[in-house]
């Protein structure tokens, strides 16, 4: 029991370290749809703490959990159970932390390779080994070309169509090993998930500054690092609690020479650090949160009692099925 005691001490540690980044990686866009571009990590945080829309597609990969979130509980529940089933390898009855950061991490790539067969497949109609740049931009850009310079450069959210094909062509050239300005499909992958690739880790600190830095000074102002996830609905309204936390984060963790502002080794810090591990991170707090024994591994009836942690539900008919319906 103490050993469970000085684990659960220790892991609440470690969660609301880990939990105090918020994880852009996961939240950058991929190119592909200029029009489907937004805040890179907002998304993370809801009115109190930690967003749970991350859980559910760290488990589930990012297509499903949207699939999952037509369900209603009764479905989620079930489907949930066959997803336990598979994730316990050895079928011992447990779920350990092995065994859920594999399933994140599958989850992960499965989603990846999925995304990056669709786009290949639509950019690649004559199945070449490589995408030029010039095809790729016609696909994804030649609307522009019947667009005028103000149509082009008009700005909202401070993204404009001009600004973005700006960032497809520096992220491209980056992803382009060989300086052929053509992609094969492993440079592909790193265009499209830039944070999924060591060599990308410059792009993904550039566009984070971009987006972050409004006033365009090469470095994040406290207001600015909290105006990317937090904005307030009425003048003079309170701040949630978890915003006030994320102040105290920006001045203790993130701003480390205390100077008022992240410049970019510090962003660096925060947004690529290089052993932060994201899979063992989310798994360690799915246990945290499902644990009722404190035994530092998950039944299935412990799962299924939190099964709104880990797929949730947000409707209350079916909705469209799941694109894997076969599995259930």
């Not at 000085?6 to 370290?17: G, K, P, Q, R, S």
């Not at 996961?26 to 009115?47: G, Q, R, T, V």
């Not at 959990?65 to 529940?77: G, M, N, T, V």
């Not at 052993?275 to 591994?297: R, T």
Request: proline share 4%.
């Amino acid at each position: 029991m103490l050993k469970a005691s000085v684990f659960i001490l220790i892991l609440v540690a470690v969660v609301v370290v880990a939990w105090a980044i918020p994880k852009r990686d996961d939240m950058i866009k991929s190119p592909h749809n200029p029009l489907e571009h937004d805040s890179l990590h907002a998304a993370h945080f809801d009115d109190n703490k930690h967003n749970p829309q991350y859980d559910h597609e760290q488990f589930l990969g990012e297509d499903e959990a949207k699939s999952f979130d037509q369900l209603p509980p009764e479905e989620s529940r079930r489907r949930l159970g066959i997803i336990v089933d598979k994730i316990d390898e050895d079928k011992d009855g447990f779920i350990t932390m092995y065994e859920l950061k594999q399933w994140i991490l599958y989850t992960k790539r499965r989603y990846i390779d999925e995304d990056v067969g669709r786009q290949w497949k639509h950019h690649n109609s004559n199945n070449s080994d490589t995408i030029p740049w010039e095809i790729y931009k016609k696909n994804v850009y030649g609307f522009m070309d019947s667009l005028t310079k103000e149509e082009k450069e008009h700005e909202e959210n401070g993204i404009s169509y001009k600004s973005m094909l700006g960032r497809d062509r520096r992220r491209w050239a980056q992803a382009d090993q060989n300086l052929d300005d053509a992609l094969n499909r492993e440079e592909f992958t790193a265009f499209l998930h830039p944070e999924e690739h060591p060599l990308m880790r410059d792009v993904v600190l550039d566009e984070t500054i971009e987006d972050i830095d409004k006033n365009k000074d090469g470095k994040i102002s406290a207001e600015e690092y909290i105006g990317d996830m937090y904005r307030a609905a009425e003048p003079n309204e309170e701040e949630p609690e978890w915003v006030t936390s994320e102040r105290d984060t920006f001045i203790k963790f993130r701003d480390v020479d205390g100077d008022g502002f992240l410049d970019r080794e510090e962003v660096r810090a925060w947004v690529v650090p290089k052993d932060f591990d994201h899979a063992e991170s989310e798994a360690m707090h799915l246990i945290f949160e499902a644990d009722a024994d404190n035994d530092e591994k998950l039944t299935k009836s412990e799962i299924l009692d939190k099964y709104d942690i880990f797929v949730g539900s947000q409707a209350t008919d079916f909705g469209e099925a799941l694109a894997r319906h076969d599995e259930f």
